[in-house]
């Protein structure tokens, strides 16, 4: 958290970061605030979602990839675990007629 917040402000000096959820499990949800650069949204995403990375981390937990950070999952992934989430969904979804082409293409 102490190495996103530090990125990030560098970026927008008056941005802040709101972190919650299960540490516990190590489940933790980031929100970033930078009002004054909304227009760095998707930089600042992508910022928060390589030091996640490098520190070993993934950019989704239980609720799943979403299409928002679809373009992120190589990030966290490697393209054989990209590969069997794929593998997979040809397993369940053989028709693929459960939300074809949000997350995979066939």
Do not use: C, W
């Amino acid at each position: 958290m102490k190495t996103i917040v530090a990125r990030i402000k560098e970026i927008d000096p008056d941005a802040f970061t709101s972190v919650f959820g299960h540490a516990g499990d190590g489940n933790l949800h980031v929100e970033l605030h930078h009002e004054h650069t909304p227009d760095r949204r998707q930089e600042l995403e992508k910022l928060a979602y390589q030091i996640t990375s490098e520190f070993g981390g993934s950019i989704s937990a239980e609720h799943g990839i979403g299409i928002v950070k679809r373009p992120y999952l190589k990030m966290s992934r490697t393209p054989e675990e990209i590969e069997t989430m794929r593998t997979l969904k040809r397993a369940l979804d053989p028709n693929n007629i459960l939300n074809p082409g949000r997350i995979f293409t066939m």
